[in-house]
């Protein structure tokens, strides 16, 4: 059986990640309240954003921001998005 937590983004109990994808507390505290859905879209956001902005992952400035994204989107919170980007038809 999968473990389970409390996503803080959908307020539900749902399949939990399977290992904190971070050392240290902060990895400890999305292992523990992040589900592993809300994890994925986080991670496929935080892509398009960087490819979308041209972010540099070597500038600790992108780094904030992307952490601060991060707490925003699991939040429920107004997040940032990328201008102008437009899904590929399916």
Known sequence: MSRTVFCRKYKQEL??????????????????????????????????LINEKHLSLMDPKTREFLSEEMEK??????????????????
């Open 15 to 48: 399949e939990g990640l399977e290992r904190p994808p971070y050392p240290g507390p902060k990895g400890q505290l999305i292992f523990d309240t992040i589900s592993k859905q809300a994890w994925q879209e986080w991670t496929d956001h935080q892509t398009m």
């Open 73 to 90: 989107f699991m939040d429920g919170e107004d997040f940032e998005k990328a201008e102008g980007y437009v899904p590929p038809s399916k």
